[in-house]
């Protein structure tokens, strides 16, 4: 079974940066594409950004493109999410969940397609 357990998150200015962690245990990862979430206060869940298995595509959400890059090490069994020029807007708890299979492309629109999810970490953006 595997498990998905998230850090790196806590407290960043605007403008500074953060870099997420997501490592996973009970399961090889590259067997998994992997997504991030996000969930502000009062606001539904969204999707961030995903990577394949090989990590040869990516994909952003309109709102962290050219500010956030998502990479993966299978050998450390780690995905991560460097985020850059933070802003505000940006504050939420960051999730990250895996699907099981080999896909050359990813997409984060359909969360349901992601079976397995970490607790979560708490990212604050503030001055």
């Known amino acids: 079974q595997l498990q998905l357990v998230e850090s790196g998150g806590g407290l960043a200015q605007p403008g500074g940066s953060l870099r997420l962690s997501c490592a996973a245990f009970?399961?090889?990862?590259?067997?998994?594409?992997i997504a991030w979430f996000r969930q502000a206060p009062g606001k539904e869940r969204e999707g961030v950004s995903c990577?394949?298995?090989?990590?040869?595509?990516?994909n952003y959400a309109d709102s962290v493109k050219g500010r956030f890059t998502i990479s993966r090490d299978n050998a450390k069994n780690t995905v991560y999410l460097q985020m850059n020029s933070l802003k505000p807007e940006d504050t939420a708890i960051y999730y990250c969940?895996?699907?099981?299979?080999?896909?050359?492309?990813?997409?984060?629109?359909?969360?349901?397609?992601?079976?397995?999810w970490g607790p979560g970490n708490q990212v604050t953006v503030s001055s």
């Open positions: 969940a895996a699907r099981n299979g080999r896909f050359s492309l990813c997409a984060t629109s359909r969360e349901g397609s992601y079976g397995y």
């Open positions: 009970g399961n090889t990862l590259d067997t998994y594409v």
């Open positions: 990577i394949t298995n090989s990590g040869a595509w990516t």
